[in-house]
């Protein structure tokens, strides 16, 4: 019973920025890990970036140097602040969650479409 609801997506020039939002919800103990992924037109799904409950943090080259991922652990809220976006960013991003509930569970967002224009 853990829901996933993502925002923040849209359309930004190249060199602009953009803040993903993923808030978790429900019967929640802890949140052990969080992540971003993205999936480009004609692409499988990567990881972007991750971040545990310990403040942990993975990137994807491309995305090193250039993105941040945090999160508020009292809101169950992790962010990814995207800068100087390029083209190569457009995606439908998906944020995952793994979350202690009554078990532990793993819970896909609906996924926010980021759209880069040159």
């Known amino acids: 019973q853990v829901h996933v609801v993502e925002s923040g997506g849209g359309l930004v020039q190249a060199g602009g920025s953009l803040r993903l939002s993923c808030a978790a919800s429900?019967?929640?103990?802890?949140?052990?890990?969080m992540g971003w992924y993205r999936q480009p037109p004609g692409k499988q799904r990567e990881l972007v970036a991750s971040?545990?409950?310990?403040?942990?943090?993975n990137y994807a080259d491309s995305a090193k140097g250039r993105f941040t991922i945090a999160r508020d652990n009292a809101k169950n809220t992790v962010y990814l602040d995207m800068n100087n976006l390029k083209s190569e960013d457009t995606a439908v991003y998906h944020c995952?969650?793994?979350?202690?509930?009554?078990?532990?569970?793993?819970?896909w967002g609906q996924g926010t479409l980021v759209t880069v224009s040159s």
């Open positions: 971040i545990s409950s310990g403040g942990t943090t």
């Open positions: 429900g019967n929640i103990f802890g949140v052990p890990y």
């Open positions: 995952n969650v793994v979350a202690r509930s009554t078990g532990t569970l793993e819970v």
